[in-house]
């Protein structure tokens, strides 16, 4: 189940065009700076976007610029999990694991999940409760494992679907962010 709804999700995504991926995205961005949980935040994870995901580029170079403390994830591959890297400037990431920009090698900065005030969180789907569905690998589910600040979710409106089917290791998350609206997620747990 989860894997159809999965491919069908990924499917519409990448059928998108760049310029419906960059207005949709502007929308979401435009909403995640108004939001209190972004203004008071001082050290924010960002996924950086690949394959016509929400685009979260001008979202991390806005926020370096706005002297946010930004933090990127750097995939472990051999372990099944991210490293957390601070980001001082968009010129220190390359092509990293699954071609996702990450920071080069002489750049990484580690820093603690616990440094973090807020986590934006990438998806392939979504629901009302805040349970979502990646890209099957579990990164994200590992590192929201610990106990951590807000949690928000970026997704297109369409990315939004009645009933995300769960498992006891999936982490629901606080928010949810589209073109359209915001979603305080009723978490179901």
């Not at 979260?56 to 994830?73: L, Y």
């Not at 092509?95 to 807020?118: C, V």
């Not at 890209?135 to 979710?153: E, V, W």
Request: proline share 3%; with cysteine; glycine share 4%.
């Amino acid at each position: 189940m989860k894997d159809e709804v999965r491919r069908d999700l990924i499917n519409i995504r990448k059928n998108l065009s760049k310029n419906e991926v960059l207005k949709k995205s502007n929308k979401i961005k435009n909403r995640i700076f108004n939001m209190k949980e972004y203004k008071k935040s001082s050290t924010i994870l960002f996924y950086v976007s690949y394959d016509n995901e929400v685009y979260t580029h001008d979202m991390i170079k806005d926020s370096i610029k706005n002297k946010k403390n930004v933090v990127v994830p750097i995939t472990d591959k051999k372990n099944k999990i991210l490293i957390l890297s601070k980001l001082e400037s968009w010129d220190d990431l390359d092509n990293g694991a699954y071609n996702i920009l990450e920071p080069k090698i002489e750049k990484i900065k580690k820093i603690s999940i616990d440094n973090l005030d807020l986590i934006i969180v990438p998806g392939v789907g979504f629901d009302e409760m805040g349970n979502r569905i990646g890209h099957g690998k579990g990164y994200y589910d590992n590192l929201l494992r610990n106990p951590i600040s807000q949690t928000i979710g970026l997704a297109f409106e369409f990315q939004i679907i009645k009933k995300i089917p769960i498992e006891k290791h999936d982490i629901p998350l606080d928010k949810i962010v589209t073109e359209k609206r915001i979603i305080i997620c009723k978490k179901s747990k």
